[in-house]
């Protein structure tokens, strides 16, 4: 059996891994112990179960939640001479069918899905036959609904792993609270025993944290330039309205400063030619939503700026971890503005509608489907009687509809259809609640930080349980 570090020379070119990235990979290889992995972004986490992956006799199991991203790590691995590949809804039924047989003959080492995947009875049936040395969850912060971004079917993963054999799993993320861990392990149908945990931390010593208060636009806009100014490279502007990113597009356009410009309103070819142009080019500002970042691997971005609040240590730790992966110097600047608070608190009204709101919606695509097929959202608009085009609880719907199986098809292409009747978790008014109170306290703590006097590090440390961070030194509050 080749040794770990004899494949990541062969197939990666490394000399050596880095931190704790060969002790969990021995862990799993010798002592086939299940595991969670709470790693930054950027810590290489991927490498952690695809070299077990080339080790192993069977074939690895990932499930990823974002199909453009598990293409590009498909198309990566394969420039490696890796055997692997991806099946999900972009892929032709006839290419399905010869990369699920090709995994099951044990001719791909590695095959990414997302969980939706187990959903289809031919999958599953297929599936069954495979030799399965290794399940990897990525992104496993999905599988609990207190996490920032539960997706109903990775609470299922315990079903699917009972399906595939309860194979050695391995499950990864950023971000995971204390309590999110224990949901992870439980919805995993495994013993907090049986389950070997990794904390990494942040141990980004290279990453300046800072947060500033400001007052309107102008503060802003003279903050944002004054950090393009000292910190000089790659630089990624965060904001949480498209409205607001536009204005400050313009703005910086008065200024003669050239960016580009990203969110999920853009066409998907104008989104792709934006994301490559930015990971190609040396000292390139992108402005852009939090639609932007999943899968970007660029080691050399000097500035994080969060011109708006986000919504939660989560989200705010995710993406400040783009930054200064090369070790060079790089400042993570929030900008704190009252008001800026105000729109996530709807955001977050927005995103958890009642159980009465499901129930209305559901019962239009129930009795008026073929409305609702020719005339889209704004018909269901109009039947909720609210006026408000940023009020986007129909989407919010909509979207949870989709995650939890109850409807097939995109209202955009006019085939949206109910398959199925409405989930208990979208009745109950107590859940929802709870849910609704959850999502609140994320933004709380997210102000807590904001205001913190002692360290911006050892805060993020602490609300993620990560053991032993100490005063860094290089925040604002430090230094």
């Known amino acids: 059996m080749k040794l770990p570090i004899d494949i990541l020379k062969q197939y990666y070119g490394f000399p050596q891994f880095r931190g704790v990235q060969e002790k969990i990979i021995n862990k799993l290889i010798l002592d086939k112990k299940h595991s969670l992995v709470l790693m930054p972004t950027g810590g290489g ?134 309590e999110v861990q224990k949901d992870i392990v439980e919805k995993l149908n495994l013993r907090s025993e049986e389950v070997e945990l990794f904390h990494e931390g942040i141990k980004r010593p290279n990453l300046r944290l800072e947060a500033k208060d400001i007052w309107g636009y102008d503060d802003k806009l003279a903050k944002i330039l004054d950090a393009l100014k000292t910190y000089k490279g790659s630089t990624i502007i965060y904001f949480s309205l498209i409205k607001t990113l536009d204005e400050f597009s313009g703005y910086l356009h008065a200024n003669k400063i050239n960016h580009l410009v990203y969110h999920g309103k853009l066409e998907p070819n104008n989104r792709k030619y934006v994301q490559r142009k930015f990971l190609q080019n040396e000292n390139q500002i992108i402005l852009a939503t939090n639609a932007f970042g999943m899968g970007i691997d660029k080691s050399d971005i000097r500035l994080i700026i969060h011109a708006e609040i986000p919504s939660s240590i989560e989200s705010y730790y995710q993406e400040i971890g783009r930054a200064g992966r090369d070790g060079k110097d790089s400042l993570c600047l929030l900008l704190y503005d009252q008001s800026d608070l105000l729109t996530q608190m709807q955001f977050i009204k927005w995103s958890n509608p009642s159980a009465e709101y499901y129930a209305r919606i559901y019962n239009i695509l129930r009795t008026d489907g073929d409305k609702v097929a020719s005339m ?37 292409k006019n085939n949206l259809k109910l398959v199925d009747i409405l989930h208990p978790n979208l009745e109950d008014d107590g859940r929802l609640e709870n849910k609704l109170m959850n999502d609140n306290k994320k933004l709380l703590a997210m102000v807590n930080y904001f205001k ?26 430090c230094s």
């Open 376 to 412: 889209g959202v704004e018909f269901i608009r109009e039947q909720m009687s609210f006026k408000d085009r940023s009020d986007f609880r129909v989407e919010a719907v909509l979207s949870m509809l989709d995650r939890y199986g109850i409807t097939d098809g995109e209202i955009e």
């Open 45 to 178: 986490k991927s490498l952690i179960y695809q070299i077990p992956a080339l080790i192993f006799d069977g074939g690895t199991i990932v499930i990823s939640p974002l199909i453009a991203l598990m293409q590009d790590q498909v198309d990566a691995l394969k420039k490696r001479n890796i055997p692997a590949e991806f099946i999900n809804s972009t892929v032709s039924k006839e290419n399905r069918e010869k990369r699920l047989q090709s995994f099951v003959s044990g001719k791909t080492k590695l095959l990414y899905v997302t969980p939706e995947r187990f959903r289809k009875k031919d999958f599953v049936s297929e599936i069954k036959k495979a030799k399965i040395s290794l399940l990897a969850i990525d992104e496993a912060h999905c599988i609990s609904e207190w996490g920032h971004d539960f997706r109903p079917d990775y609470s299922r993963i315990g079903e699917f792993r009972a399906i595939i054999g309860n194979p050695l799993t391995v499950a990864l993320t950023a971000t995971a609270t204390i």
């Open 452 to 477: 913190e006097e002692n360290c911006r590090r050892v805060f993020i440390s602490d609300y993620f349980g990560f053991p032993g961070e100490k005063q860094c030194g290089n925040c604002d509050c």
